[in-house]
């Protein structure tokens, strides 16, 4: 069949598979004088995309289904915080304002310690809303006064090798009515204040920052971070709040992600674990008659832990990250209560 041009300009007597192979290419046809209108859905087949480069996609791509997409995992959780929403609190409920001693280091929330220097303060946590979405913040609040002290308000974070030289972002919401404060972090060469100063207007606030790690952690078991410090003049209505605290890799500061309760259970018990009741042992023979037994721990702790206990005449063996004996020279031997603290 004979190709005519016709006077309009439209081509007839040309059909599907008319052209041989390589008749057009992109020397013969002129930028966009093809339009996406002209060409009939299923006109190109996959087949027929070859070598289709990054530069070639332009524009906003549309919406893809997770479902299309393969060879994504969850990716790791990101904040070396532990109990940044105060769900665990071992120790005690801390619903209500709990005593802390003037300058006593003191564990509350797990893996959160507070103090003010020199000055007597309470603990509790409680639900906030915080940007029109409901939080859970920690509270310290002076119940003393005094001038030039400062909110010891911190959490101690592991160091790991893989961490030498890299680059961290500080985030979280804070409120305060003391004047001067910044976050604070002190990775064992030194302490900094980096970021922007906290308001005292007693608003909520979120604020973040970035602090690069030494290069050599060898020498420090862990950095530390402050969600305020700087010194301060302290009546008894001074107060420092923090919710969703975060420190994770890079430069960016990313949403707070919530763990479960278990998850984030078993990773406070690695440096404190408390359970109520008993366990009992049976007699060991010899010449002196003892009782025995071993305790195991559910989690195993990041150093040989301390062990508190409410049984009495209870002979503690051989502690390790894994557990501990007991040996009494009793018809029995129980230990009620076991407390294990391998805080730093």
């Known amino acids: 069949m004979a190709i005519v041009i016709n006077g309009d300009g439209t081509v007839s007597g040309l059909s599907v598979g008319g052209l041989p192979d390589g008749t057009v290419d992109s020397d013969t046809l002129a930028s966009n004088s093809v339009v996406t209108g002209k060409i009939?859905?299923?006109?190109?087949?996959?087949?027929?995309?070859n070598d289709l480069a990054a530069s070639k996609l332009t524009g906003a791509l549309p919406a893809i289904s997770g479902a299309a997409l393969t060879g994504i995992t969850e990716p790791p959780r990101k904040n070396f915080i532990i109990n940044g929403g105060f769900t665990?609190?071992?120790r005690a409920a801390y619903t209500s304002a709990t005593a802390v001693g003037a300058g006593a280091k003191t564990y509350v929330?797990?893996?959160?310690?507070?103090?003010?220097?020199?000055?007597?303060?309470?603990?509790?946590?409680?639900?906030?809303?915080?940007?029109?979405?409901?939080?859970?913040?920690?509270?310290?609040?002076?119940?003393?006064?005094?001038?030039?002290?400062y909110f010891h308000v911190t959490q101690q974070i592991e160091y790991e090798s893989w961490m030498e030289g890299r680059?961290?972002?500080?985030?979280?919401?804070v409120r305060?009515?003391?004047?001067?404060?910044?976050?604070?972090?002190?990775?064992?060469?030194?302490?900094?204040?980096p970021g922007s100063v906290i308001a005292s207007d007693g608003n909520w606030a979120y604020y973040s920052t970035q602090h690069t790690l030494p290069n050599d952690v060898s020498s420090y078991g862990a950095f530390?971070?402050?969600?305020?410090?700087?010194?301060?003049?302290?009546?008894?209505?001074?107060?420092?709040?923090?919710?969703?605290?975060?420190?994770?890799?890079?430069?960016?500061a990313t949403a707070y992600e919530h763990r479960s309760y278990g998850e984030e259970l078993a990773l406070c018990e690695r440096y404190y674990e408390t359970y109520t009741g008993t366990?009992?042992?049976?007699?060991?023979?010899g010449s002196s008659v003892y009782n025995r037994m071993t305790v195991s721990f559910r989690t195993?702790?990041?150093?040989?832990?301390?062990?508190?206990?409410?049984?009495?005449?209870?002979?503690?063996?051989?502690?390790n990250v894994d557990g501990f004996n007991v040996r009494r020279q009793t018809s029995n031997s129980e230990i009620a209560n076991p407390k294990a603290d391998a805080e730093f």
């Not at 680059?167 to 919401?173: A, D, L, V």
């Not at 971070?225 to 709040?241: I, K, R």
Request: charged share 20%; net charge neutral; proline share 1%.
């Open 40 to 49: 009939a859905d299923g006109t190109i087949a996959n087949a027929d995309i």
């Open 88 to 90: 665990v609190n071992q």
């Open 109 to 149: 929330s797990d893996r959160w310690a507070v103090y003010i220097e020199s000055i007597a303060c309470t603990y509790n946590w409680y639900d906030a809303t915080i940007d029109s979405v409901k939080r859970r913040a920690g509270k310290v609040i002076s119940t003393g006064t005094g001038s030039s002290k």
């Open 167 to 173: 680059t961290i972002t500080i985030s979280g919401w």
């Open 176 to 193: 305060t009515n003391l004047a001067g404060q910044k976050f604070r972090i002190c990775d064992g060469v030194g302490c900094y204040t």
């Open 224 to 252: 530390q971070v402050h969600p305020a410090f700087a010194t301060g003049t302290f009546d008894t209505s001074t107060y420092l709040e923090w919710a969703e605290f975060k420190v994770e890799f890079g430069s960016t």
């Open 279 to 285: 366990h009992q042992g049976g007699k060991d023979g």
């Open 300 to 319: 195993r702790k990041r150093a040989n832990p301390t062990i508190t206990h409410s049984a009495l005449y209870t002979t503690i063996e051989n502690i």
